[in-house]
């Protein structure tokens, strides 16, 4: 009984999968705030590299080439196992087959680092010479981190300030890699200023530190900015993960009943979905798809779906989406990679059009799957991915119920090995559930602008 | 250009390989402290798992099955992969041709789990219940609960307090496995009592804490005891790496000039030389084999070869290896791995016929090694395999001097995702060296008794 399947260097994807050019109902287009007009490439050139601007738009081409620079980067750690988790499946009892994508074997320990390096090279391949990004926990500046390195770009992070006090780990991981990381709210931007002024003692949000990033490379020259997942042209690269896992499960015999992938801005879930999701639209599969959400931050089981910023301070462009309203403010869950109030545009799109489902998972539950994972694998996975763990799980234990051999494949987006402080509490009783209602989430929308 | 090399499950080693055979020099036996006399398997049983035992003494099979069920458990992460270094010769400039291979894919991030898995399950088998082991820095105290949990075993570890308190994401990590972590000093025992009652206060060791695992295992009915790196049994289990490194070197098309591990109590270290010391003693090839140690524990560089005993405390049987004294106390390195005052007794046989070589490597140059590999290659390697990563900068530069192109391989035993805070440290400055003189050695032997 074979457990792990690869690829060949020779067989592994050399081109990306936009599900935008296949999608019957395209994404509604991102607005500029202003002129409430459709964005073209153009508008996105002064923050993004010329290459994922129009990649970000792209509603015609379904495959787009991996350059070669990248690829060769990609073998430094692709392909990643497919792993029949027969360990899983026996410690369940189910009749399920259980298989996971394991992302967590890249060298910084997430499927981060498969956007980073494209996103590093078009910079480098366009002339910059630095780039920028925030980062909350850390695992997106870790991968940009090393990104800027291969490519020789300097990097800038910056990090939330609570994390960057909290979790010094990953702090040291982007400066072992060289690059410069920076606690937000900082001094060196106006809008770190501000804030800093109002109240000195500000721990910072993902919000502050993406106007921090953005501020930083509007005004230095050769300098661009880089996000690490919502927008589409992220999740284009992540999908290396789904086409990849394709032809590993031939090599298994096998093809998916069930794909579930954690959900935060949507890129580790389209990763893996995406490419399977093709063969529902195309020649009719009928594979479901299950993005698992954190029920501390629905917002694809209870947010709306409308036109609202990417970010809290207001300065992304205006995107079509499935929301608590930029201003909602996510508990603090060990998930950070979760904590956002958006789903990108093709999610939520795909959502709308019940091509997909979601389900939220509360954080005892994902840290209970994820312990079962541990203890059955091997792995310590995610915080973040206990969540599509919790979710097979569900599904395999229907499987038990019914007695159906469903195919269940998830992705293991990372390890976390970074985050044992989560299971310290998980293990020490003082892990807490965080709910939200219904009522909540209107209550926050109504205090929102209606933006279209 | 292929990077990576993996091995299919049918490839992957059915034996291991037990170099005691092939020696033309035997190592001395093991002695009983009190009689003098050779050890026979049976007086290790009341510690040991028989097998362990008999392989422990084994001179005459040079090739041992390997178990069925820990064959199927290291498909969960073997073969680890075989990855020709491309981004470290380009940084170095060399024409070396420099491979590594990666034990840090395995789930608990190290080498360890190869022996771990085979101890734990001969126990199963013998009709053990419990298991005990001490740890350090925690990295086989990790291994070791994961093994206990795959074969059902219960497991309890002393792990050295000043790590316990210092260190606390491999205890999370050995208590997600289900793992009993005691710091030790403990008072669940009468060695830890005795220290407690003595100094409050104390610090705990590594040679504390196997005197409190094995009183707890000779006090515990169907309990065992367990070890992680110096005795041969380890070792031979350790032999999958060099076994796999040499089908792997075959798909690359070369063999290696010049094989490298760091070097604690021997078992990475032979694991990845041994198979391919086979040929240099059966075939009459010129393999060089280095084993890098920490100048700040150099038993192998400046010990003397003399029966001494393993632990502190003087517990255990009498053995014939390279020592600094058992009273030896090394400095506070970021290799907890390396912190040992002997070698194992193949290793040291093997280094007084000069069948192979030894390097010590300061603590700085080990994390300048490390850092330039992680920035080359993306992954930041554990600080104990750092020093074998500066073993091979080494020769890799002396190779640019010369203009040969050697095959240089070396283990990347674990990476050193836990061990932030010494990236930290060595970022700020704040690093140190620790020189040990000849002297310094010599005063401390002087105050040994001389056991044989």
């Not at 999968?17 to 991102?30: C, H, L, S």
């Not at 589409?232 to 993960?241: E, W, Y």
């Not at 509360?362 to 973040?384: M, N, R, T, V, Y």
Request: charged content about 20%; overall charge negative; proline content about 6%.
């Amino acid at each position: 009984m074979q457990k792990r399947f690869f690829l060949s260097e020779d067989e592994i994807p050399t081109q990306w999968y936009n599900i935008q050019a296949d999608m019957v109902n395209k994404p509604m287009p991102p607005l500029n705030p202003v002129t409430k007009q459709p964005l073209k490439p153009e508008d996105l050139f002064p923050i993004f590299s010329q290459e994922v601007s129009r990649q970000e738009l792209d509603m015609e081409h379904a495959w787009i080439d991996i350059p070669q620079e990248v690829r060769e980067m990609y073998t430094y750690y692709r392909s990643t196992p497919l792993v029949r988790a027969y360990g899983l499946e026996k410690a369940l009892g189910t009749p399920a087959h259980i298989y996971f994508k394991n992302e967590s074997v890249s060298p910084v320990g997430s499927h981060k680092l498969n956007s980073a390096l494209a996103q590093a090279y078009y910079c480098k391949k366009e002339g910059v010479t630095n780039i920028t990004t925030e980062t909350g926990a850390g695992q997106w500046g870790c991968a940009l981190s090393y990104a800027a390195k291969v490519f020789g770009l300097e990097a800038a992070v910056y990090q939330v300030k609570i994390s960057y006090n909290q979790k010094p780990y990953r702090r040291s991981i982007m400066q072992t890699y060289g690059a410069q990381v920076t606690p937000s709210p900082s001094m060196s931007t106006k809008a770190g200023r501000k804030i800093l002024t109002d109240e000195p003692n500000n721990p910072g949000s993902l919000g502050t530190a993406i106007s921090e990033a953005i501020e930083l490379a509007m005004s230095t020259p050769n300098c661009k900015y880089t996000l690490g997942s919502v927008l589409s042209h992220v999740t284009l690269h992540q999908t290396i993960i789904g086409l990849e896992a394709e032809k590993q499960m031939q090599k298994a015999g096998e093809y998916p009943d069930i794909v579930i992938g954690c959900f935060g801005g949507g890129s580790n879930f389209g990763g893996i979905a995406f490419p399977f999701m093709r063969h529902n639209i195309l020649e009719g599969k009928k594979t479901r798809f299950i993005a698992a959400e954190p029920a501390s931050c629905p917002k694809l089981t209870k947010g709306v779906f409308q036109y609202d910023f990417g970010d809290v301070a207001g300065y992304t462009p205006l995107l079509p989406m499935y929301t608590l309203g930029h201003n909602f403010m996510p508990a603090n869950i060990h998930a950070g990679g979760l904590r956002y109030h958006g789903a990108g545009v093709i999610v939520s799109q795909l959502l709308k059009d019940n091509l997909m489902e979601a389900v939220d998972v509360q954080q005892l539950e994902s840290f209970d799957a994820g312990l079962l994972f541990a203890k059955a694998e091997g792995i310590i996975p995610a915080p973040e991915s206990c969540h599509a763990i919790a979710a097979a799980v569900r599904e395999a234990n229907k499987c038990k119920e019914s007695g159906e051999e469903k195919v269940i494949l998830f992705n293991l987006s990372g390890h976390g090995l970074i985050d044992m402080s989560a299971y310290d509490q998980y293990l020490s009783g003082s892990l807490q559930n965080f709910i939200v209602t219904d009522e909540m989430v209107n209550d926050n929308l109504q205090k929102l602008e209606k933006f279209v």
